[in-house]
């Protein structure tokens, strides 16, 4: 059952305890126990693709080789989420907290943060708690190093396979799967590769035990996640909340007042009009009848002085340009939803022609090689489907 | 060794397949066609044109056929309404972006977009033309190669050939999001990069993106030219590859055909690239001897191994790549070059004509040729000593343009003083072939006995293997070559710069065993060059690799020493292999070339 209230959470940035101690206390336990604690848990990835955590780390567990890699993905591109950046400069050591586990889990000596190009300012800070770590790591006798590895700024590497590519100098861009990086991950070695967000709560999970944390939310979508609100909202910001409220409820509570629409999951997410606010539930498809919708945390709230032509504008002009232009449906489809929404608004097309490209989204979501392609379809048939009216006139 | 079966449904009907094999795999294996464009069976699978997708059951997205491993249980459907939809719309998405002048484009019914826009009825106006807003170029720089940007695709077939095949990485993936294409290092033009024009880029390339320079219209017009005497030779290559270009299948032998229709375009005379072949082997194996005498006997420091010089490619790939090892290879011009040489000197003296007056054509297997033909050290004979080089593509659309019905022509022999050959020139055309034919003539000459292989066919260094190798022992020699006895000669045979580049690793840090070794620049040898028929590919490769050594067997000479016009060659005019006038006209050197 959904919960009705929408619920502050505070796992992800508490310092009730020393991060030493939950780590230390952590490495304790039988490496079995942790994998099934965090299936148990039921925690999903919170970068936004929502892949079961546990068994993530069970699949690279299980893999033979001693030469393993654990990755934090901290290419936090998605238009419209800051969370990541605020827990890496907040609480470091709880992500490397999770980084040391999955090693320990899966036997891998090594690990990197990717870090986004544009969050280079955090590297002093973080090197000095990498220092601290691994210190840490030689008092619990645990043979892991984390080392930071700076993107470039393509959005596409924010895909695990694209950032492996990358990391291993190579174009950034997604590999066929399968296979998967838990077999075949950097160097081709079998590898794990989670959000900043999900690692922390990895650690959290195993310090408070999975019951607590499956207490929150509901089914198939359990606990609570970092959001990133903005847009028209006085309390812009980030968030812990409990997953499965609706968005009538986040709307009550971070609106304006005059909330028209909803983006939820940044520019490759799904925009929700005012008339759904109340069906649709914040969690992964598939527990909630009704809407539920995943993300990554960007909440954008847009009030009605806002031209939704103008925002899926912007969106598609961002997609033009980060696709990694590997694949057809994304490289040519994102042109020609760019082109062709403008066209439209020209009237050098007629208003049919949004259905044509309302199908061409759908080839998109079907075809594409990466989670990228398939998501444009996202925000562009919501966008265009709930505000059809905003595109033509 | 039986593999593990996978089972699974294709289209209602169940299907086995051994663990590993894609869905395109499982489809071709019950003879479903599913179309492709960015899959090519020589490289390595990209699964990025997305034309190939199909419908799984249970699955949130239709995956691309090539690049999914099929898995028990799978129910695929390869033509459900879903799938020719996504199909259509995919290719109405690179139409959108791509030139569609058909009419006017050289690969114009041999291309594989046309085919398939064709099969699924596109229409062209479905999206908006994104060709207006970009601002595509044609780079014509290159002696060899086109590229047109406008008929790119971005498959990125040419960058995995380079890349995988060749180790040139001359074409690779620049910018991204609509700007993304296929470019140069820093977008250079491509006279300017570390390119070996080997032309394998055009064979995989799907659409006209990357098409030879042609000089078919310079040719006709030097046809035409009363004041001109037009000779033309073949490349031992072309005949085995040339029928595919005029309705046979694939390992078609049309030598004389071919000669025929030479003729009737009007060349005054039709010779033969074997010729020169043959003179090559003369030359050739008496380097290597004079080399092995040089350091075995006078003590010299003599590069070994020697390294044959006939592949243009691979020439200009050790001059960017392994600029400290241009001593290893072998002095001698490739059959081309000499051909060209001894046009324009013993040839013409022969026929009375001022070689100023004589165009010397190529048909080459081969786009590097004709950047071979205009390097500045090809002029001994004082003129340009190859004028135009065409490749068997050319020659197709020539053959068809005269109008000639191909397939009913009666054959013809070559024309006299340079039409003669033996067998072992025609195996020049197949990887080993330069080798094998090497062996024959060096083996006899130290010996004085036939290389004791059955029917003379040296079958070790036969094969699509990337790198063979064989050895010969020395026994019983003759008195002046006594240096040689009981020695074993190691041979090692390369196709596909990939490939050299592993052998040359080796020499680079002195531990290659071999002798003499044999590296052509595309794989499979010439019968798989940048310039024959599209497609090309392994089991192709196969067929013409086998109809030139059907050529050989029929041949009555077998030996390269024993062509009739080559020993009447050395009397009449060049002396004796490696002399004054061989030196000359038949030897060349090589440059240095930067990496980047």
């Keep these: 059952m959904a919960k009705q209230k929408l619920k ?28 099934k604690e965090l299936i148990d848990s039921g925690l999903k990835g919170r970068g936004g693709a929502g892949f079961p955590t546990g068994l993530k780390w069970k699949m690279a567990m299980q ?94 590497c924010g895909e695990e396979t694209a950032l492996i590519e990358s990391m291993e100098g190579k174009r950034g861009e997604p590999r066929n799967k399968p296979p998967y990086p838990s077999s075949d991950g950097y160097l081709g070695k079998p590898t794990v590769i989670n959000n900043v967000e999900t690692l922390v709560y990895a650690l959290m999970i195993i310090r408070i035990g999975a ?52 983006q939820v999951g940044g520019a490759s997410g799904f925009c929700v009009p005012r008339k759904r606010f109340a069906e649709t539930h914040i969690g992964y498809q598939g527990g909630l009848k009704g809407f539920s919708l995943p993300t990554g945390g960007s909440m954008m709230i847009f009030n009605s002085s806002r031209s939704m032509y ?37 009237g050098e097309k007629s208003q049919k022609y949004l259905n044509d490209l309302l199908r061409l989204a759908e080839t998109m979501q079907l075809t594409a090689k990466c989670g990228l392609g398939q998501s444009v379809g996202n925000s562009f048939s919501s966008i265009v489907e709930n505000f059809r009216e905003e595109m033509i006139y | 060794m039986s593999k593990k079966m996978i089972n699974l449904t294709i289209d209602g009907k169940a299907v086995s397949v051994p663990e590993g094999a894609t869905l395109l795999d499982a489809a071709k294996q019950e003879k479903v066609k599913i179309p492709t464009l960015c899959y090519h069976e020589d490289l390595c699978i990209a699964g990025n044109c997305r034309v190939c997708v199909v419908e799984v059951e249970g699955w949130r997205v239709l995956p691309a056929s090539c690049a999914t491993p099929a898995m028990e249980g799978m129910v695929v459907y390869t033509n459900s309404p879903l799938v020719r939809r996504a199909r259509k719309d995919v290719l109405a998405l690179l139409i959108s972006e791509h030139s569609t002048q058909c009419t006017t484009c050289y690969r114009s019914t041999n291309c594989e977009l046309q085919d398939l826009a064709s099969e699924y009825n596109i229409d062209n106006e479905i999206y908006i033309n994104l060709l207006k807003d970009k601002n595509f170029t044609i780079d014509k720089s ?64 799907p659409t006209g ?117 241009l001593g290893n290879l072998s002095t001698c011009k490739s059959p081309q070059q000499m051909f060209g040489a001894i046009a324009k000197t013993y040839y013409a003296k022969k026929r009375k004509i001022d070689p100023k007056d004589l165009v010397v054509v190529s048909v080459m297997p081969c786009s590097a040729k004709k950047y071979e033909a205009k390097r500045t050290e090809m002029n001994d004979s004082g003129f340009q000593d190859v004028d135009m080089v065409v490749t068997t593509r050319e020659l197709g659309h020539m053959i068809r343009q005269s109008g000639i019905n191909f397939k009913e022509i009666p054959d013809s022999e070559y024309d006299k003083f340079m ?97 003499f070794i044999e590296v052509m620049a595309c794989p499979g040898g010439c019968i798989g060059g940048g310039g024959q028929p599209i497609p090309t590919n392994e089991e192709i490769r196969k067929k013409r690799a ?40 038949l030897h060349t050197k090589y440059t240095r070339r930067e990496r980047v």
């Design chain 1, 310 to 346: 103008n925002v899926l504008h912007n969106y598609l002009e961002f997609f033009e340009e980060e696709s990694c232009g590997q694949c057809t449906p994304c490289r040519v489809g994102c042109q020609q939803l760019l082109k062709g929404v403008e066209a439209v608004k020209r």
């Design chain 1, 211 to 262: 019951d607590k944390f499956k207490s929150m939310g509901f089914e198939g979508s359990t606990g609570s996640k970092l959001f990133s609100v903005s847009g028209d909202t006085p309390k812009a910001g980030i968030y812990e909340l409990e997953l499965g409220m609706t968005l009538d409820e986040f709307v009550k509570e971070f609106g304006d007042g005059d909330a028209k629409a909803v």
């Design chain 2, 419 to 515: 039409g003669e050959s033996s067998g072992a020139a025609v195996i020049f055309g197949a990887t080993g072939g330069v080798m094998e034919a090497a062996l024959r003539t060096a083996y006899e000459v130290i010996t004085g006995r036939e290389i004791p292989f059955d029917g003379l066919n040296v079958t070790p260094v036969r094969g699509m293997e990337g790198i063979k190798d064989a050895s010969v022992k020395l026994e019983n020699v003759l008195p002046e070559y006594s240096f040689l006895e009981g020695i074993e000669v190691r041979v090692a045979v390369a196709h596909g710069l990939t490939n050299a580049a592993q052998i040359m690793d080796d020499v680079s840090i002195g531990e290659s065993p071999y002798h």
């Design chain 1, 8 to 35: 502050r959470v505070d796992l992800i940035f508490s310092q009730e305890c020393s991060c030493k101690d939950i780590i230390s206390a952590a490495l304790q336990k039988p490496k079995e126990e942790i994998v």
């Design chain 2, 546 to 585: 086998e109809a030139i050594y059907t050529e050989d067997e029929k041949k009555t000479i077998r030996k390269s020493h024993e062509n009739p016009e080559v020993i009447q060659l050395y009397k009449d005019f060049l002396g004796k292999p490696l002399g004054e006038v061989s030196h000359h006209l």
């Design chain 2, 209 to 325: 993106a990357l098409t030879e320079r042609r000089y078919i219209d310079e040719i006709w017009e030097a046809i035409g030219d009363p004041k001109k005497h037009v000779v033309v030779q073949t490349a031992p290559a072309v005949r085995v590859a040339l029928g595919e270009m005029l309705g046979y299948e694939p390992g078609a032998r049309v030598t004389g055909k071919m000669v025929t229709a030479l003729k009737h375009l009007g060349f005054d005379s039709v010779l033969d690239t074997d010729f020169s072949a043959d003179l090559t082997i003369m030359e050739e194996a008496y380097e290597l001897l004079d080399r092995l005498k040089r350091k075995l006997v006078d003590g010299e420091d003599v590069s070994i191994p020697m390294m044959t010089s006939c592949s243009p490619g691979w020439i200009k790939f050790i001059e960017h790549m392994y600029p400290d090892h």
């Design chain 1, 63 to 156: 893999e033979k080789g001693n030469k393993k890699y654990v990755i934090c993905n901290a290419d936090e591109g998605e238009p419209g989420t800051f969370k990541d950046r605020e827990i890496l400069d907040r609480v470091a050591t709880k992500v490397l907290g999770g980084m040391a586990l999955a090693g320990y889990v899966t036997g891998a000596r090594e690990g990197f943060i990717y870090l986004r190009h544009e969050y280079k300012f955090l590297i002093p800070k973080l090197e000095k708690v990498l220092e601290k770590f691994h210190i840490w790591m030689d008092d619990f006798d645990l043979d892991f190093k984390v080392k930071l590895f700076i993107g470039g700024g393509a959005y596409v």
């Design chain 2, 142 to 205: 290159s002696w060899a190669i086109e590229k047109d940007e406008s008929k790119c695709i971005r498959c990125q077939r040419c960058v995995r050939t380079c890349a995988e095949l060749q180790k040139v990485n001359a074409l690779d993936v620049i910018n991204k999001g609509a700007d993304m294409k296929i470019a140069t290092f820093f977008d250079t033009v491509m006279s300017d990069v570390v390119c070996t024009n080997c032309g394998q880029c055009i064979n995989h390339c």
